[in-house]
């Protein structure tokens, strides 16, 4: 049985059910048309400061897929500082202080962070894949958030 055929979404809807389609059960089709789809679930993304008893200061942390790892400094400047600091709750802008304090444990999760300045997050901005980077800890990246 099909159920549904002749789908169209713009892509504004919570439900395929709430695109535009003939009506249920209704079709013209096939077992040669059927659809598959894959799914994934999108990891949550926290960031933290770490390093520093200076309130709004310190290393760039990213927990991801449950784990936290640090950022790389290639490329990062003060437009990817003040993307990270907006997404920690600082409105005032960010500065990079590049690894002032000092090398993070663990994961390197980003490297070769690039924002135009839009962004909400520093993940929205190009990167590297999660996980892939071409440097060390003491690279890691510390910033300072107003």
Known sequence: MFWLDDVNCT???QSI???DHRPWGEHNCVHGK???IRCWIVA???YRLAGSSVN????LEVKYNDTWGTVCDNSFSNVEARIACGSLGYSNGGEFIT????PGEGRIWLNDVKCN????SIADC??????????AHNEDVSIRCH
């Not at 690894?99 to 000092?102: A, D, E, I, L, Q």
């Not at 300045?117 to 909400?120: L, M, P, S, V």
Request: aromatic letters at 6%; charged letters at 25%.
């Open 17 to 19: 059910a709430d695109c």
């Open 56 to 59: 709004g200061e310190g290393r």
């Open 126 to 135: 190009t990167h590297l894949p999660w996980g892939s980077h071409t440097c």
């Open 11 to 13: 892509g504004a809807e």
């Open 99 to 102: 690894n002032k304090y000092g």
């Open 34 to 36: 059927d659809v598959s």
């Open 117 to 120: 300045g839009t962004e909400k």
């Open 44 to 46: 949550q993304i926290v």
